[in-house]
């Protein structure tokens, strides 16, 4: 299973940023998604997750100024976020799974090679 991410790139603070993952391939709602962010140094940390049903939880650090949303027909999850900080900057991976549907990274059998987010202040 292969995971494609995609949209990151060099934005300013404050501005708003959406990344976007996909499986290429049939039967895309039996994934639960994730999305992860990992800055050099730091370990990595989850950013929030979305089951089959499409009930979202981002109680991690873009909690409060982001949203997660799934679209099944088109196979892709998004990650928006807005009001970008510096302290954002990472490499940002979405995750897959079958059967797991949370916060723990060990728990996704699935992962994308990641998209760089750099935020300039």
């Known amino acids: 299973v292969q995971l494609q991410a995609s949209g990151g790139g060099l934005v300013q603070a404050g501005d708003s940023l959406r990344l976007s993952c996909t499986i290429p391939g049939p039967d895309f709602s039996k994934y639960a998604m994730a999305w992860f962010r990992q800055s050099p140094g730091k370990e990595r940390e989850i950013i929030g997750f979305?089951?089959?049903?499409?009930?979202?939880n981002l109680n991690g650090p873009v909690k409060g100024r982001s949203t997660l949303s799934r679209d099944n027909h088109n196979n892709m999850v998004y990650l928006q976020i807005h009001s970008l900080k510096p302290e954002d900057t990472a490499v940002y991976y979405c995750a897959a799974s079958e059967s797991y549907s949370g916060p723990s990274g060990a728990g996704y059998e699935f992962w994308g090679q990641g998209t760089q987010v750099t935020v300039s202040s």
């Open positions: 979305i089951g089959w049903s499409g009930a979202t």
